[in-house]
């Protein structure tokens, strides 16, 4: 049985801030459902203490002379599963209040070079049977910059394990000076232009991209887009010389949190047969925000990061016209660009039976807003894989979306929803304007529409497959190599 070992810096439910966590939370058991043998390890944030009354047994210590610290590893489990979690305690650069990234005003956190380049080293330890007695994974799946470091640091080790690379959003790339190159003592090695120096500095991400055994995404049309300029945040040169082991794998969906026969976070539980409750949804949600009460309104929301990539900015230049469309309400969640926080909740203000607006990030409203809607934003100028559109499939609420990288792997327009003609304010108008019109004078086309929607299968049985068939491929590689 192949021994994988996933290192990422979120994971759900422990800590959360986007779709990373998601993955992390669901793809291990999907993939331990296959007979494969999985440990998570990820940093020990104050937030995850503060859930426990007592903390995880400490199973190993390492010294860490270049962060003048030792890290801690403590043994938990991924929550309501038996899947091994491992949480790298180190008080100095992760006991601190604030989010995972960034402090409570969302700026990043000046350290965050040295405290990614601690976890990955610890990472590497652990991936080296360095630790634990009996524990040394086949593979190494790394995910987005914040472990790039480690595929770069296993690389010359003979008896290393597979590594593979898991790209979630190529924007995000950990880069940094070279006086932080040489103050976290990194090998000078690394400093070359095929490996970690980027354009004078060095970048995190890269680190995987050049090193790692396997690269993979999240979805197959984000694959190849990334190889194309417009899409490789300066790093499609890379991804194009290794483009022969670069693979898309869509992204799933648990359904034992998304999924209206079960949700607990919202009021009325509806299936294909009983499709006309999720109209209590609406009701419960209307109230609960403070708009007009009314069932026959067409609701649109949003759900995501205040980001130019999200396309908050044409949302909020759309937002004026959307509600001039009679009887359309809208309702946001989100955080981000505090400008952007800021305008979105001033126009929510300025309509309040019409248009809510709520800032920060709430799982349960998330749920809710979703179920309650009629249709769901997702205006992305780029976008790996999304999942807000998958989960809105499965409650029968139609995605809005701009066709690119996984949003045109999963929705369609005149099948599973609506697809933007042009990138602008205007053509997210046009475009709500069209389902309103198919909500309102077809009825059945539209009910059409959302139970192709719900039936749609995005599970993480199916893209678990194809991600322990890529581990063999690269266990078996890394065998044959030594």
Sequence with gaps: MAHILFAASEVFPHIKTGGLADVAGALPPALQALGLDISIVIPAYRRIAEMRSVPPPVVAEFALPEHD???????????????????????????????????ADGNEWPDNPDRFA??????????????????????VHCHDW????????????????????SIHNLAYQGVYD?????????????????????????????????????LLTVSPTYAEEITRPEFGFGLDGLLNWRVNVLH??????????????????????YWLETLSEKVHNKLALQAELGLEVDASAFI????????????????????????????????????GDPAFAAN???????????????????????????AGADVFLMPSRFEPCGLTQLYSLRYGTLPIVNPTGGLADTVTEGQTGYVIDEMSAAGLTDCVGRAVDDFRQRPIVWQQLARRGMVSDFSWARSAAEYAAYYQQAITARHQLR
């Design 344 to 370: 979105l909740k001033a126009l929510a203000d300025a309509q309040p039976s019409r248009c809510a607006a709520t800032i920060g990030y709430n799982e349960p409203l998330a749920h809710r807003l979703i």
């Design 248 to 269: 898309g794998i869509l992204n799933g969906v648990d359904y034992q949190l998304w999924d209206p026969r079960l949700d607990v976070h919202i009021p009325q539980h």
């Design 118 to 139: 601690a976890f990955s080293r610890v990472v590497c330890a652990m991936a080296l049977g360095e630790l634990l007695p009996q524990f040394k994974p086949d593979a």
């Design 178 to 214: 070279r006086d932080t190159f040489t103050r976290l003592e990194l090998p000078e090695r690394l400093w070359h232009p095929e490996l970690l120096e980027y354009y004078g500095q060095f970048s995190f991400l890269k680190g995987g991209l050049a090193c790692a055994d396997t």
């Design 69 to 103: 610290a030792v890290a801690k590893i403590r043994a938990s489990q991924l929550h309501g599963t038996d899947i091994p979690l491992y949480l790298v305690d180190i008080p100095g650069l992760f006991d601190r209040d604030g989010e995972p990234y960034t402090d």
């Design 300 to 335: 649109v929301t949003h759900v995501g990061r205040l980001t130019w990539q999200k396309g908050s900015d044409l949302i909020m230049e759309a937002l004026p016209a959307l509600l001039e469309i009679p009887g359309v309400q809208c309702a946001f969640l989100g955080s």
């Design 146 to 165: 914040h472990t790039g470091l480690v595929p770069a640091l296993l690389a010359d080790k003979p008896q290393r394990p597979a590594t593979l690379f």
